[in-house]
């Protein structure tokens, strides 16, 4: 496994994560747009009580992307997320903005409402603010997690299901990752009543187009009804989880509920898990030990590589096949001088001037 990157006409360079630390922020007021705020099955997240605040409902489990525009190309930006006043990151995440100013979707809270350390359901209703601050501009976006929205007649229609993936035998933790060798469950609320539907499991891609052809990766994809209420009951989609693909896709799956049962994906109708992300990945138990020498490197297209032009940027994609963080990890990102030999208390210099900070899930 390659170990480091290198930039040519430069020294060497590794791109190390470390555990985590701390920010602020403020500056000129604007306000995020809509468009620019999607769940993470790809929708633009949407007002359906009237009071003029986009919602999403608790029991969905829902995990928000959004993307930030405006900023100065390479400025530091700090994003926090408030509930009811009070922050829910462990720290202020600090991302850069690229060439154009822009910070491309990022998902800044996973599966709302289940607790990560448990996998258990936690109450997580509220009013919630997504605040990104640098460079003396601040970009704010509120929205609401509502108790009981699955009951609306208006969201038992195509297109507005919801479905989200479980582990465990009997399932009971919901889960963005799975052991080798263990069942696969889905769920899920909001589709049309009493109607044949069909579960996929596919290999992850974040570029679903309609038309494309749905090919299970599990042997063959399961068929069920919905119940009088629109809801997808517990099914076991796959009864034995294996890592399949490879790079930064191995061991990475979407689930597609095919809603009018035809094989091929149809955004007017269908549901992705997760169009924006990674439905769930498959991996391997915790190995012994705290250090692991994983592919970190990436181009912007997502392809590991190790060596880069000068004026290349380099980008971060982290997939190991183990578990080694805990949920909701905080971990700080640092570019530093390739060194053939490390040791327990060498000290992090980052070349870029500072460290970034990102949050890591792998529950």
Same mark, same amino acid.
């Given at each position: ?7 040519? *006409?430069? =020294? ?22 809509? $468009?620019?705020?999607?769940?993470? $099955? ?42 009811? *006043? ?13 060439? &154009? ?25 509220? =009013? ?58 889905? /769920? ?18 974040? &570029? ?31 009864? %034995? ?25 149809? =955004? ?5 898990? %997760? ?12 190995? $012994? ?67 970034? /900070? ?6």
């Amino acid at each position: 496994m390659k170990r480091h990157a290198t930039l040519r *006409g430069l =020294s060497a360079m590794l791109l190390l994560i470390a555990v985590v630390g701390c920010g602020g922020g403020g500056g000129q007021v604007s306000q995020l747009q809509v $468009s620019q705020f999607r769940d993470a $099955s790809g929708r633009s997240v949407r007002d359906t009580n009237g009071n003029g605040v986009p919602d999403l409902p608790l029991d969905a489990r829902p995990t928000v992307v959004p993307s930030f525009s405006g900023f100065a190309p390479g400025q530091a930006v700090e994003v926090q997320v408030f509930r009811n *006043g009070v922050p829910q990151l462990p720290q202020p995440l600090l991302l850069t903005a690229d060439a &154009n100013g822009n910070i491309p979707p990022v998902p800044v809270l996973w599966d709302i409402g289940v607790d990560p350390q448990t996998g258990q359901p936690v109450d997580a209703t509220g =009013s919630y603010v997504v605040v990104a601050s640098g460079g003396g501009r601040q970009v704010t976006f509120t929205f609401e997690i509502l108790a009981g929205r699955s009951a609306s007649v208006g969201n038992r229609q195509a297109q507005t299901g919801f479905a989200f993936v479980l582990a465990g035998s009997p399932a009971v933790f919901t889960q963005g990752s799975v052991l080798t060798g263990s069942p696969v469950w889905v /769920e899920g609320f909001g589709f049309p009543a009493n109607q044949q539907v069909k579960l996929f499991i596919v290999r992850d891609r974040d &570029n679903w187009v309609n038309g494309s052809p749905l090919t299970d990766a599990s042997g063959g994809a399961e068929t069920v009804t919905t119940d009088a209420n629109g809801n997808l009951p517990r099914t076991q989609v796959w009864a %034995s989880a294996q890592r399949g693909g490879t790079g930064q896709t191995e061991g990475d799956y979407d689930i597609v509920v095919d809603v009018n049962r035809n094989d091929l994906f149809d =955004s007017d109708t269908d549901v992705v898990v %997760s169009a924006i992300g990674t439905g769930f990945t498959v991996q391997e138990p915790p190995v $012994s030990g705290q250090h692991l020498a994983v592919e970190l490197a990436a181009s912007q297209q997502g392809v590991f590589k190790d060596e880069f032009n000068l004026t290349e940027n380099v980008s971060v994609w982290l997939n190991p096949p183990w578990r080694p963080l805990t949920p909701y990890q905080v971990v700080r990102k640092y570019i530093v001088l390739h060194k053939n030999n490390w040791q327990n208390g060498d000290v992090l210099i980052d070349v870029t001037g500072r460290n970034e /900070e990102d949050l890591m899930r792998f529950a």
